[in-house]
């Protein structure tokens, strides 16, 4: 089983940080939080880990890119009706299916937690294999949330797009969150949901927080906040712009992770991260996975961003980025968030 949380993608207040460091040590030290016993033979069945004390008090069945959603709700007050909650996770899910060409998992669940008092969307987690069903989805949904905050969430992309990848060992946990942080933007954009030019600017406000600070051991024995999330999406935002330069701009980062899911990559498999790397080189006919990871993984491997972003056409200002269609790597900007 594993686990893949975030609060916050962007911004981190210092009192999250806390919680988060907590809980991802919980998870590296093989153990669950308090709150969530580990499943034994015999408890009562609401003791059974997440998702299963909660009361459901309505389910539904959404079919979305060949797989089927059971969309269950806790008991909880919320403004919003069902009607208006649906079309945020159809939404998602279609993201994913558009940057994957199919939904990675045949069956998965999202349960949708009320958050009393509350407004947006709180947390989300991801598992999978949980209790039979392939992956498993769990967001806590603030009882005030408007369909404004729906329509602007990411959350709920980023929990389905770990279904994409197989479970890894806790030294690659930022490969997990790398991967969703990096692909959550690029599958809306394809899916039509955002523009190009804002995500390419919080990539530019974000992907610093991914450089290695000092004293770090490289990607694999640096468990921050930063080299996780962020480190993880650099390195596949690096991964990419390579796979494209040698393959003439023919291939991507997303024909790996389409071979990766279609090989059985899938949350509910536990592979070693070496296994999906070469599947996904493989597909590109190129060596740049595996390369780069063998670099990453245990030295600290800082990347020049000013000069990656001015290659790509991105000039970024406090307005918002500006592209320029004559740089070197405009035509490999272009692609990547091309549908
Ligand atoms: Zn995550």
Known sequence: MKQSSVYSRWILPAFLLSITAVSLASVMAGGQSSRLPEPQSGPPRWDRGPGSREQIVSTQTLNVGGAALQIDFAAGALDLPTAQILPWIERAADAVVVYYGRFPVQRARILIVPSANRSGIMQGTTWGDMRGMPGFTRIRLGQHTTVQELAEDWTMTHELIHMAFPSLPDEQHWMEEGLSTYVEPIARVQAGELQAKQIWRDMVEGMPKGEPGPGDAGIDNTH????????????????????????????????????????????????????????????????????????????????????????????????????????????????????
């Not at 796979?243 to 536990?270: E, V």
């Not at 000069?307 to 980025?321: E, F, R, T, Y």
């Open 224 to 339: 921050t906040w930063g080299r996780t999330y962020w480190g993880g999406a650099l390195f596949c935002l690096v991964a990419d712009v390579n796979i494209r330069k040698q393959t003439g701009n023919k291939k991507g980062l997303q024909d790996a992770l389409r071979a990766i899911a279609a090989a059985g990559g899938s949350i509910d498999h536990d592979w070693a991260l070496m296994k999906a790397l070469e599947i996904g080189d493989k597909a590109t006919g190129t060596t740049v996975l595996v390369d780069q990871y063998k670099q990453w993984s245990n030295n600290p491997m800082p990347v020049d961003l000013p000069k990656l972003w001015a290659d790509l056409g991105i000039s970024a200002s406090k307005d918002g980025v500006s592209f320029k269609s004559n740089a070197p790597l405009a035509s490999i900007r272009e692609a990547i968030t091309r549908r």
